[in-house]
């Protein structure tokens, strides 16, 4: 059996001398929906995909931008400091370090805001 698949491998092989017969012969051998019994079936099918055989062609994707937009000036990714006036660091030292009020401011804004809803049910 094995020196016929030799004799069969070798015809196949002087017929298509551009395909990579290895590597096509692995596969059809791996190939689990390929039902081999005989050797007829073993060189029909070989010969079929040594014959159909199309090398792949890497696909080369190039990202290009479908249009392009005009932004205005201020819309920046990344505002720069001199911009913002340094906003960001101050708001950021500001919810860390939150400022303290005494006791009587506290309770003086509380009355305000008592007085302010009073004023808006009335």
């Given amino acids: ?68 937009e005009l932004l205005p000036d201020w819309f920046d990714d990344k505002p720069q400091k001199d911009q913002w006036g340094g906003m960001r660091d101050t708001l950021k030292d500001m919810i860390d370090n939150p400022p303290k009020k005494s006791e009587e401011e506290i309770k003086a804004d509380r009355e305000e805001l008592d007085r302010r809803l009073k004023e808006l049910r009335d």
Wanted: proline share 4%; net charge positive; glycine share 2%.
């Fill in 1 to 68: 059996m094995k020196d016929e698949i030799e004799l069969i491998d070798n015809e196949l092989r002087a017929m298509f001398p551009q395909a990579p017969f290895a590597m096509i012969k692995q596969e059809l051998l791996a190939d689990e929906t390929a039902i081999i019994v005989t050797l007829k079936q073993y060189r029909g099918l070989l010969q079929y995909r040594l014959k159909n055989y199309r090398p792949k062609l890497k696909q080369v994707t190039q990202r290009k931008s479908i249009r392009t």
